[in-house]
């Protein structure tokens, strides 16, 4: 009796050790290249009655898809979303290309009082989403929204993966304060201003990275550490023989001779 109960204990300790050396489960993005259509999003639509396809489709350059989104000046506000939800996993840095693809006036104000955006979020429907990477048509790498606390690059982006962009960016954001949760990730463009522009931006590339481990000091060998506490104990010594106070005190007990 008591070896089965040895044995069963055994089989635990090995199952609860695979378990944990199991790795953490990695973040993933279905068909980020665009290479397959919109497959694996969902596309949401706010403040209009057009179907989504006229907002939402994937444009080409030489061989490369992308994605195109239409902030299209209709009667009110209006939006597009390309969501995905996602789990943020060890891999928790979200990369991503962006572009302004082409603006153009369909009213009198060129450009729009209030101009179209580009919108990267993330959260739950109904709870609230925090803004990623946020851009207008007049955006550069240095002027940009986020709502993230933690790291966000931008860097100015390869312009021909979209063709003839007005302006290309390269994000990579480090998505680790959401670790472990599972979320929409969304992709959008919005216009604010009835009849006034149209702007069309693209998004391409998107992935998960794991962040670089974090550095750390390469300890010492043993022998090192023998060698400099040595070190240490004869420079005393090296430096009495110059006339140090280690000599001045061994002259002080020098017997004094006779005149």
Do not use: H
Request: aromatic share 10%; net charge negative.
């Amino acid at each position: 009796m008591a070896v089965s109960s040895n044995k069963s204990f055994a089989a635990l300790v090995i199952f609860y050790s695979v378990l944990s050396a199991q790795p953490a489960a990695a973040s993933t993005i279905t068909n980020g290249d665009f290479e397959t259509g919109l497959t694996g999003y969902t596309t949401v639509l706010s403040g209009t009655t057009v179907t989504s396809t006229e907002f939402a489709t994937t444009g080409t350059s030489g061989a490369n898809d992308f994605l195109s989104l239409e902030a299209q000046g209709l009667s009110g506000e209006s939006s597009v979303f390309l969501t995905q939800q996602v789990t943020i996993g060890a891999r928790s840095l979200l990369t991503f290309d962006a572009a302004v693809l082409s603006e153009a006036a369909t009213g009198v104000n060129n450009p729009s009082a209030v101009p179209d955006l580009l919108q990267v979020s993330i959260g739950v429907s109904g709870s609230g989403f925090t803004t990623i990477f946020q851009i207008d048509s007049a955006a550069n790498t240095t002027n940009f929204e986020t709502d993230l606390s933690s790291r966000l690059d931008v860097i100015a982006g390869d312009r021909s993966i979209f063709g003839s962009a007005i302006s290309a960016f390269s994000v990579t954001a480090d998505l680790s304060e959401f670790s472990g949760q599972t979320l929409d990730l969304g992709f959008g463009a919005l216009n604010f201003d009835a009849f006034e522009t149209t702007t069309f931006f693209g998004v391409d590339n998107i992935a998960f990275q794991s962040p670089a481990p974090p550095a750390t000091l390469i300890p010492l060998p043993a022998s090192a550490w023998l060698l400099l506490a040595g070190c240490c104990l004869l420079l005393p010594f090296r430096r009495g023989a110059a006339g140090s106070p280690a000599r001045s005190m061994a002259r002080a007990f020098r017997p004094e001779r006779l005149p």
